[in-house]
């Protein structure tokens, strides 16, 4: 596995457990993160496209998938900037940017990792 299909390989997995989370137990990571409690189904929902986005990841890191990995770079850091923005404009959290800080580095690896392989 090359180094760029290892961390989206890498991401992926951080998407399984975070979906996994959201799915089963929303309550226990909203709180975690001084977040409020709800029974509201959109957390699980989110926890759901959350898992089928690993899914993705998973193939495209097997397959070795470079277009599909050269897309993720750019929008992951759009999940950094969403989030960001979010949180200036006071429609979300400042702990949300934890998660943005996520996809911020993860994009960088990749990047990095293909900008390398690329090179040799």
Same mark, same amino acid.
């Given at each position: 596995?090359?180094?760029?299909?290892?961390?989206?390989?890498?991401?992926?997995?951080?998407?399984?457990?975070?979906?996994?989370?959201?799915?089963?137990?929303?309550?226990?990571?909203?709180?975690?993160?001084?977040?409020?409690?709800?029974?509201?189904?959109?957390?699980? =929902?989110? &926890?759901?496209?959350? !898992? +089928?986005?690993?899914?993705?990841?998973?193939? %495209?890191? $097997?397959?070795? #998938?470079?277009?599909?990995?050269?897309?993720?770079?750019?929008?992951?850091?759009?999940?950094?900037?969403?989030?960001?923005?979010?949180?200036?404009?006071?429609?979300?959290?400042?702990?949300?940017? =934890?998660? &943005?800080?996520?996809? !911020? +580095?993860?994009?960088?690896?990749?990047?990095? %990792?293909? $900008?390398?392989? #690329?090179?040799?």
């Amino acid at each position: 596995m090359s180094p760029a299909a290892k961390s989206i390989f890498v991401f992926a997995a951080y998407l399984l457990m975070l979906g996994a989370v959201l799915v089963l137990l929303p309550n226990v990571l909203l709180s975690l993160f001084g977040l409020p409690k709800t029974d509201e189904v959109w957390v699980r =929902v989110v &926890g759901m496209l959350v !898992l +089928l986005l690993s899914y993705y990841y998973q193939g %495209a890191a $097997r397959e070795e #998938s470079t277009t599909f990995m050269r897309r993720t770079v750019n929008a992951r850091l759009s999940v950094f900037v969403f989030f960001l923005v979010f949180v200036i404009l006071k429609l979300a959290p400042p702990v949300m940017i =934890v998660f &943005g800080v996520v996809d !911020l +580095l993860a994009a960088t690896w990749t990047a990095l %990792a293909l $900008r390398a392989g #690329s090179a040799s």
